[in-house]
């Protein structure tokens, strides 16, 4: 059956999925999922005439975004969203942004700028950005932990 228990917020990490299909991961290979809105502001480094604000059921894999896309005009639970992914984005390499107006405290960017594109997200809530934030933060530098810093450089 392609109905599914709404999925929620999730912040138990799998740094490495074991799945190649992003369609057979379990919710709890996903460190955060859940409604977002998301908006273009730079597409190949030109702003788009018309930039509608696009609901979606979105999904941190590893470090790709999943989009699912809305199966009606109203709803923000996970049924309310398509089963099958609409697009999958890699991050890695992208700069996350928080943004700083208090009449959006819910809004981040994410940005490409080897692509030249850049989106605005709603989050719904302050908490729910700055845990989104944190979570592509990591995603976008590609998994890979930090050296140590004190190594010496023989170049």
Same mark, same amino acid.
């Given at each position: 059956?392609?109905?599914?228990? %709404?999925?929620?917020?999730?912040s138990?990490?799998c740094?490495? %999925?074991?799945?190649?299909? &992003?369609?057979?991961?379990?919710?709890?290979?996903? &460190?955060? /999922?859940?409604?977002?809105?998301?908006?273009?502001?730079?597409?190949?480094? @030109?702003? &788009?005439?018309?930039?509608?604000?696009?609901r979606?059921?979105?999904?941190?894999?590893?470090?790709?975004?999943?989009?699912?896309?809305?199966?009606? !005009?109203?709803?923000?639970?996970?049924?309310?969203?398509k089963?099958? &992914?609409? *697009?999958?984005?890699?991050?890695?390499?992208? =700069?996350?942004?928080?943004?700083?107006?208090?009449?959006?405290?819910?809004v981040?960017?994410?940005?490409d @700028?080897?692509?030249?594109?850049?989106? *605005?997200?709603?989050?719904? @809530?302050?908490?729910?950005?700055h845990?989104?934030?944190?979570h592509l933060?990591?995603?976008?530098?590609?998994? /890979?932990? /930090?050296?140590?810093?004190? !190594? =010496?450089?023989?170049?």
């Amino acid at each position: 059956s392609d109905e599914q228990e %709404p999925w929620n917020l999730d912040s138990s990490y799998c740094e490495s %999925p074991e799945s190649d299909s &992003p369609r057979d991961v379990a919710a709890s290979q996903f &460190p955060i /999922q859940g409604f977002l809105r998301r908006k273009t502001i730079l597409k190949n480094g @030109s702003k &788009p005439r018309v930039a509608p604000w696009t609901r979606y059921w979105v999904a941190l894999w590893g470090t790709s975004l999943i989009y699912y896309a809305a199966k009606s !005009l109203r709803g923000q639970d996970r049924h309310h969203f398509k089963s099958t &992914p609409g *697009k999958i984005v890699s991050v890695v390499g992208w =700069m996350v942004i928080r943004g700083d107006n208090p009449v959006q405290p819910d809004v981040f960017l994410l940005t490409d @700028s080897d692509k030249g594109n850049s989106y *605005k997200f709603q989050a719904g @809530s302050q908490l729910n950005a700055h845990l989104w934030s944190q979570h592509l933060g990591e995603a976008t530098k590609g998994g /890979q932990k /930090q050296g140590p810093t004190n !190594l =010496m450089s023989f170049e």
